[in-house]
């Protein structure tokens, strides 16, 4: 392709992929389309930032004349788009917030990408030549599982549980609806909770590292026996340019890390790792789990069946978790100033009201 659009490139996941498609696809302009939001860092693109085939464009994806004519600018015939507000907690105060950015402005998007690529049923196996919009969503959508060894698939009905998973369920069905309507050419993928580098640090491990670095307290939801499958990022950057490049048109695709763990268990392995980076006693940080009012709403387990996506594509994580939790610690120790740069105002009063104030 000539061109693609990532919305949402200076995000956490978003970086991780713009950075891999500037290096891997030097003759292919990337175009990172991003609001700037709090979890938009540009820092997190330092490394790539002077590339010739690298562009960056402020823009809000609800913006449709913005959207419409960066598309025009850099004639774009791919998108892939991260855009969306991602935090439960957030979604609960502020729901509103989430059915803007994640349902009107995916539906922004593929209005666009229709009338820019001229997209009709007539003309859908010429289109699907030439173009590809990617929507990146969640497993959240699925709703949750039971203590036993069902997996999501791809096949399961949607049962969202919070605001952020109904807004991310409803951008879903208006991409199925644009490729049913319009033979808009699309692909999809739910993928499992991610970690990393560059991850903003209101979600669960860098949270609990910075936190235990700084000696706070660590807030843990209920009694913690909530279950994540985690996967790291880069294994999830991968998995994107496969069903980018290579994905069936029309098609789902899971993604997951086959590693589950609870968030209690997450959190002591947390302490044992950074508390030995820092030289301390082992199990030094263990007073500092503070246990919480449980989310409203939170689902038990996530866990997901990616069966298809190795079958078709020969996908499969390259990173262990003792590997990739290892690095990622690691990486947060080592840039104590990036972390501190964003969790300075805007955050400061964010973490406070959602954890300081629950008995």
Not at 97 to 123: D, H, P, R, S, Y
Request: aromatic letters at 12%.
């Amino acid at each position: 392709m000539k061109a693609i659009l990532i919305t949402g490139g200076a995000g956490f996941i978003g970086s991780h992929v713009v950075r891999m498609f500037v290096k891997k696809y030097p003759r292919t302009k990337i175009i990172n389309y991003d609001k700037l939001t709090y979890a938009g860092n540009l820092s997190n693109l330092k490394d790539i930032e002077n590339r010739r085939n690298y562009v960056f464009v402020k823009g809000d994806v609800c913006d449709y004349k913005k959207v419409m004519a960066t598309l025009k600018e850099y004639g774009v015939d791919g998108i892939i788009h991260f855009a969306a507000e991602s935090h439960v907690d957030r979604s609960i105060k502020d729901p509103f917030a989430f059915a803007k950015t994640n349902v009107i402005g995916t539906l922004t998007l593929l209005q666009a990408a229709k009338e820019f690529w001229g997209c009709t049923l007539a003309n859908a196996a010429q289109s699907e030549k030439k173009h590809r919009f990617y929507h990146i969503s969640t497993d959240e959508v699925y709703g949750s599982l039971k203590f036993d060894k069902r997996l999501f698939k791809e096949s399961d009905r949607y049962e969202p549980h919070s605001p952020y998973s109904a807004s991310k369920a409803s951008s879903d069905h208006f991409v199925r609806a644009y490729h049913d309507t319009f033979g808009l050419p699309v692909v999809l993928t739910n993928c499992s909770n991610n970690y990393g580098p560059y991850q903003f640090p209101e979600k669960l491990i860098p949270l609990m590292i910075n936190n235990i670095e700084n000696n706070r307290p660590l807030p843990v939801y209920g009694k913690g026996i909530n279950v994540r499958d985690w996967l790291y990022v880069e294994d999830h950057a991968r998995a994107i340019d496969l069903v980018f490049h290579k994905g069936t048109v029309g098609e789902t695709y899971n993604i997951g890390g086959l590693n589950e763990w609870r968030n209690i268990d997450i959190v002591n392995l947390l302490i044992k790792i950074v508390d030995k980076h820092l030289g301390r006693k082992p199990g030094t940080s263990k007073k500092l789990i503070t246990y919480v009012a449980d989310r409203a709403g939170h689902d038990l387990r996530y866990a997901i069946d990616s069966s298809k996506l190795r079958k078709e594509l020969g996908w499969k994580p390259e990173t262990s978790f003792p590997e990739g939790i290892e690095k990622t610690v690691a990486w947060y120790l080592e840039n104590k100033e990036w972390v501190e740069n964003i969790t300075k105002g805007a955050y400061k009063r964010y973490y406070k009201d959602m954890y300081s104030n629950r008995k």
